[in-house]
Protein backbone atom coordinates (compact mmCIF):
# COMPACT_ATOMS: atom_id res chain seq x y z
CA UNK A 1 0.00 0.00 0.00
CA UNK A 2 1.23 3.22 -0.68
CA UNK A 3 1.25 6.80 0.57
CA UNK A 4 -1.07 8.47 -0.92
CA UNK A 5 -3.13 5.31 -1.50
CA UNK A 6 -2.91 5.29 2.89
CA UNK A 7 -3.98 8.85 2.77
CA UNK A 8 -6.89 9.03 0.91
CA UNK A 9 -8.37 5.79 2.33
CA UNK A 10 -8.10 7.43 5.74
CA UNK A 11 -9.37 10.48 4.66
CA UNK A 12 -12.69 8.88 2.93
CA UNK A 13 -13.24 5.58 4.85
CA UNK A 14 -12.43 7.11 8.50
CA UNK A 15 -13.01 10.66 8.37
CA UNK A 16 -15.56 11.51 5.60
CA UNK A 17 -17.52 8.27 5.49
CA UNK A 18 -18.27 7.54 9.03
CA UNK A 19 -19.60 11.07 9.79
CA UNK A 20 -21.66 11.31 6.72
CA UNK A 21 -23.22 7.96 8.05
CA UNK A 22 -23.24 9.19 11.71
CA UNK A 23 -25.24 12.38 10.01
CA UNK A 24 -27.95 10.38 8.23
CA UNK A 25 -28.53 7.36 10.97
CA UNK A 26 -28.97 10.02 13.38
CA UNK A 27 -26.66 8.56 16.15
CA UNK A 28 -26.10 11.19 18.74
CA UNK A 29 -22.55 9.51 20.63
CA UNK A 30 -19.41 10.57 20.05
CA UNK A 31 -18.42 6.49 20.75
CA UNK A 32 -21.02 5.41 17.78
CA UNK A 33 -18.75 7.69 15.68
CA UNK A 34 -15.72 6.05 16.60
CA UNK A 35 -17.08 2.58 16.28
CA UNK A 36 -18.62 3.59 12.90
CA UNK A 37 -14.97 5.08 11.99
CA UNK A 38 -13.17 1.70 13.18
CA UNK A 39 -15.49 -0.66 11.00
CA UNK A 40 -15.31 1.15 7.89
CA UNK A 41 -11.46 1.96 8.06
CA UNK A 42 -11.37 -1.60 8.88
CA UNK A 43 -13.49 -2.61 6.13
CA UNK A 44 -11.59 -0.91 3.78
CA UNK A 45 -8.40 -2.33 4.66
CA UNK A 46 -9.05 -5.64 4.35
CA UNK A 47 -11.04 -5.26 1.16
CA UNK A 48 -7.78 -3.42 -0.54
CA UNK A 49 -5.72 -6.54 0.93
CA UNK A 50 -7.76 -8.68 -1.10
CA UNK A 51 -7.90 -6.98 -4.04
CA UNK A 52 -4.26 -6.60 -3.62
CA UNK A 53 -4.07 -10.55 -3.74
CA UNK A 54 -6.55 -10.96 -6.51
CA UNK A 55 -4.79 -9.17 -8.59
CA UNK A 56 -1.29 -11.25 -8.89
CA UNK A 57 -0.48 -12.39 -11.83
CA UNK A 58 -1.44 -15.97 -11.49
CA UNK A 59 -5.33 -14.90 -10.02
CA UNK A 60 -5.97 -12.45 -12.83
CA UNK A 61 -8.40 -13.01 -15.67
CA UNK A 62 -9.41 -16.16 -13.89
CA UNK A 63 -13.17 -16.59 -13.04
CA UNK A 64 -14.72 -18.98 -10.30
CA UNK A 65 -15.25 -21.95 -12.41
CA UNK A 66 -11.56 -21.57 -14.14
CA UNK A 67 -9.92 -21.93 -10.48
CA UNK A 68 -12.39 -24.67 -9.76
CA UNK A 69 -11.38 -26.84 -12.95
CA UNK A 70 -7.91 -26.00 -11.89
CA UNK A 71 -8.05 -27.55 -8.41
CA UNK A 72 -9.96 -30.60 -9.94
CA UNK A 73 -6.99 -31.43 -12.13
CA UNK A 74 -4.79 -31.11 -9.40
CA UNK A 75 -6.54 -33.58 -7.73
CA UNK A 76 -6.80 -35.88 -10.46
CA UNK A 77 -3.35 -35.32 -11.39
CA UNK A 78 -3.15 -36.49 -7.49
CA UNK A 79 -4.96 -39.41 -7.66
CA UNK A 80 -3.87 -41.14 -11.50
CA UNK A 81 -1.99 -44.24 -10.68
CA UNK A 82 -2.04 -43.59 -7.36
CA UNK A 83 -5.59 -45.27 -7.08
CA UNK A 84 -6.45 -43.02 -4.28
CA UNK A 85 -3.87 -44.06 -1.86
CA UNK A 86 -1.22 -41.98 -0.46
CA UNK A 87 1.90 -41.28 -2.16
CA UNK A 88 5.04 -42.30 -0.32
CA UNK A 89 8.75 -41.15 -1.16
CA UNK A 90 9.02 -43.70 -3.33
CA UNK A 91 6.20 -43.30 -5.57
CA UNK A 92 4.12 -46.02 -5.05
CA UNK A 93 0.33 -46.22 -3.87
CA UNK A 94 0.48 -47.63 -0.54
CA UNK A 95 -2.68 -47.42 1.17
CA UNK A 96 -3.02 -45.66 4.79
Known amino acids: MTGP ?7 TMGVVGPLVLFY ?3 LQD ?5 VLS ?10 DLVG ?5 PRLENRSPGDALKSIENLQKRANDGNEGGIVTDDGSGDQA
Request: one cysteine or more; glycine letters at 10%.
Open 52 to 56: SILSR
Open 24 to 26: LLG
Open 38 to 47: ATCFSLWGLA
Open 5 to 11: RLVTGLI
Open 30 to 34: FSDLV
